[in-house]
């Protein structure tokens, strides 16, 4: 089984405040996973950052390990809730520190058919950049890994200190949006078939600026055991030597090199 696409929604402002939201294009099913991916003009790296993610269907949001990047006054986040309560006008809010963060760049974004039972992020990371130029891919978060099961969805978003007149899309994947001047971020994803190694790539056309991007990966329901394989939905194994292995939980893959 794989992930798929849901519902989207996107906000920007420049004015500061101590929040601000976004809807989607329509409202997420229940049991989904919504990443919301958000960026700022900050002043100080310890001082300008998200304090909480919250919406009016009460589901708890959580920073995404290792998503949170920043250089030279811009600051990158990626947030998610799993196996999400919905509602009629479901609406996403990210809370700030400082009221004075201004340029907020908001992505939210419903992943279906994500794992339900525990928390469906797999891979995530980033990177801050400086004058990355304007090759192929250059703005990017460097490897992520491989996705240890099949079929995961992989959402990348980048922020930038300055507007090019054009930001690209990363080789195989699918743009977020559109990309407008003057607000200074993009974002995509893609669905994986087979696992494979991942990286969340941009590329732009000017030289110079600042550059934070970030991405992360969501496991489908049910796993899928591909690209390292972390066994779900799979409960039983015949080994070399013709003996049937049985796995009760999640300590008995190490036992038995269960889906090695």
């Given at each position: 089984?794989?992930?798929t ?7 920007f ?7 601000w939201?976004?809807?989607f294009s329509?409202?997420?099913?229940a049991?989904?996973?919504?990443l ?14 998200v304090?909480?993610?919250?919406d009016n269907?009460s ?9 949170r990047?920043?250089?030279?006054g811009?600051?990158l986040e ?10 009629a ?10 009221s ?19 928390d ?13 130029g ?6 990017t ?6 996705p ?9 978003m ?12 990363g ?5 977020l949006?559109?990309?407008n ?8 994803y893609?669905?994986q ?7 969340g ?18 496991k489908a ?18 080994d ?5 292995q ?15």
């Amino acid at each position: 089984m794989a992930t798929t696409l849901g519902q989207t929604g996107y906000n920007f402002m420049l004015a500061a405040g101590n929040s601000w939201s976004s809807s989607f294009s329509a409202d997420p099913a229940a049991g989904s996973t919504i990443l919301v991916g958000t960026g700022h003009a900050v002043a100080a790296d310890d001082l300008d950052i998200v304090s909480s993610v919250t919406d009016n269907a009460s589901n708890a949001y959580a920073l995404v390990s290792s998503s949170r990047h920043y250089i030279n006054g811009e600051n990158l986040e990626i947030w998610r809730a799993y196996n999400v309560a919905t509602t009629a006008g479901l609406i996403v809010t990210v809370n700030y520190l400082n009221s004075n963060m201004t340029n907020r760049r908001l992505h939210v974004v419903e992943v279906v058919g994500a794992e339900t039972a525990s928390d469906p992020i797999d891979l995530s990371s980033g990177s801050a950049q400086d004058g990355p130029g304007t090759g192929s891919n250059a703005v990017t978060t460097g490897p992520l890994g491989t996705p240890s099961t099949d079929g995961q969805f992989v959402f990348a978003m980048s922020i930038f200190g300055y507007s090019p007149d054009n930001v690209n899309i990363g080789t195989g994947y699918t743009a977020l949006g559109t990309y407008n001047y003057g607000e200074s971020n993009r974002a995509e994803y893609l669905i994986q078939g087979t696992a494979a190694p991942v990286a969340g790539t941009f590329t732009n056309d000017l030289e110079g600026g600042v550059w934070a991007t970030a991405a992360v990966t969501v496991k489908a329901a049910g796993g899928g055991g591909g690209g390292g394989g972390s066994g779900a939905g799979s409960t039983t194994r015949i080994d070399s030597l013709g003996n049937i292995q049985t796995r009760i939980g999640p300590s008995e893959r190490n036992v038995f090199n269960f889906n090695s």
